[in-house]
């Protein structure tokens, strides 16, 4: 079977991404710079060869900025579910009855993480090591998980955009006896000490996030300079 890496993402609207960077960011800010983690992990993500791609895209209207977006042979749809966990789920169950396996998903406030990182997850996974691969983020939630079978009771538990995120997966997989894998930590860029974090480590092109990184000191120095910012 063939690996499927899902990217979970939104269209870049402003007041409907990054909002946590509003202020000191203005919405319009904030999307463009979320704009730029979007194009920064779809290219290093292209860069596993073992996987294929897929976008999971909100808003369902937003199929046609994806395509525009995406390497030629990636895979678009919707993502369906009232919550995160039951989108999460859903991404999963669709992609394993389509044949694919396994199956990994990300999501996209991490625009600097390796391809080696998702290589190491896949190999994990399709080796028979692991049947749950996470990846922890640094606020207590994950940035990516891996399994090699549909495990929707996993998405059912945790207390979402919560610190707890990632103990309450750990915790339903071991009550499910599940064979668990740890990828290493790697930092979500949620607010604006996470950005200026970020910001801390050069990252030429064309190293991972490095897009993100060049907009990001873009936009920080207009705030010093109080240089009006693009649709302000």
Known sequence: MTALLIIFAKEPRPGQVKTRLSPPLSPEAAAQLYHCFIQDILDEMARVAEVRLAVAFSPPTARGFFRKLAPPGTNLFPQEGADLGARMARAFARSFAAGFGPVLLRGSDVP????AVVSEATAVLAGGQAQVVLGPATDGGYHLVGLTEPQP?????????SSTVLADTLRLARQLGLRVHLLPPWPDIDTYDDLRTFLNQPRPAPQPGWRSCEQARKLLGRL?????????
């Open 112 to 115: 600097d993480l390796p391809a």
């Open 153 to 161: 009771v996993l998405f059912r538990g945790p207390a979402w955009s």
């Open 224 to 232: 010093q300079t109080r240089e009006p910012e693009p649709g302000r």
